[in-house]
């Protein structure tokens, strides 16, 4: 049996949650058009008679602002060092910049296998796309490299296959049920944040985590109390919105996905606290759960 650990590392928003969810074909790392989605190293576990390949989805690889972001990168580096194979995920349709050649520069991925993911072509402009490999291929000349649309899954099942000849033979190192590292809570919390994610705009999104305040599964329907965390008084009203219409908005939509995930019936409750720049915060970056640790 082939086994194996693979980093999913690449730029904020080039696709990679995307990528990791139709590669084991389970949802379990949120995807938003917002860049800095992903916050924590994510394990999605890939299973068959053949292999078990574990994959780590990370957090986009971006020039920090805050403490939060050093944490993100360093969950991302990291996982760099620990690793069977690395993909590499590029959006396609951008030019290369600043962006991929700070990742170039401050990832150690040169002593290992290095799959270069070439994704969203369906955005792409052939010449321009032509331009970015060449960058690449002349910076990873030993590397494998790979159209997809992790979007629509086109090329994605040639990822698993050149991922079978690359790794070793090895031991399942998890149980063949699993499909994550993460419980539930955490994808509660999740959901809640996709959902804020994806209704706000600009700069709200990232200011935001999601605090389980408590949670019932004893009682029909689950009880779920959770606290959305800002960092400013004015964007507690942005959250809220007029007439608390776009919290709603945001605790019937994740209601409605928490309820399929669990296949259950939840009772959902949000309110709204502000943590004073929580993301410089040594101690709410702890609470919230974005600690790198080793
Ligand atoms: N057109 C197109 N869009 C894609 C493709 N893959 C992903 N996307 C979109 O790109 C956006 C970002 O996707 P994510 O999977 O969240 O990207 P990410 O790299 O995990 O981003 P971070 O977690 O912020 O680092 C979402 O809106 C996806 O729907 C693709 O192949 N084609
Ligand atoms: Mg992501």
Do not use: C
């Amino acid at each position: 049996m082939k086994s194996g650990f693979v980093a999913i590392l690449g730029r904020p928003n080039v696709g990679k949650s995307t990528l990791l969810n139709r590669l084991i074909n389970r949802n379990v790392s949120i995807v938003t058009d917002k860049s800095q989605t992903t916050r924590n190293r994510i394990i999605g576990i890939y299973n068959s008679e053949e292999a078990q390949i574990v994959f780590v989805d990370t957090p986009g690889i971006h020039k920090p602002q805050q403490k939060l972001g050093i944490e993100m990168n360093n969950m991302a580096y990291s996982t760099a060092h620990t690793v069977d194979a690395t993909m590499l995920v590029v959006d396609t349709s951008k030019p290369f910049g600043p962006g991929d050649k700070y990742i170039i520069d401050h990832l150690s991925i040169h002593d290992r296998p290095l799959i270069i993911v070439f994704n969203k072509i369906d955005l792409a402009r052939l010449d321009k796309a032509e331009l970015l490999k060449n960058t690449y291929r002349d910076y990873f000349p030993g590397a494998i490299f790979i159209d997809v649309v992790a979007k629509e899954g086109f090329n994605v099942g040639e990822i698993i296959k050149i991922l079978m000849n690359i790794l070793p033979e090895g031991p399942a190192y998890y149980p063949k049920e699993m499909v994550t590292d993460k419980d539930e809570i955490f994808r509660i919390k999740e959901i809640i944040r996709e959902k804020v994610l994806l209704i706000l705009r600009q700069e709200v999104p990232h200011s935001i985590a999601i605090y389980m305040e408590h949670i019932e599964w004893e009682k029909k329907p689950i009880e779920i109390m959770a606290s959305i965390i800002v960092e400013k008084e004015s964007q507690k009203g942005i959250v809220i919105g007029a007439s608390g219409r776009r919290i709603k908005e945001i605790g019937s939509k994740a209601r409605s996905d928490i309820e399929k995930f669990l296949k259950q019936h939840v009772y959902l409750e949000l309110q709204v606290k502000v943590n004073p720049d929580w993301r410089d915060d040594e101690k709410s970056l702890q609470q919230y759960g974005y600690k790198y640790e080793k």
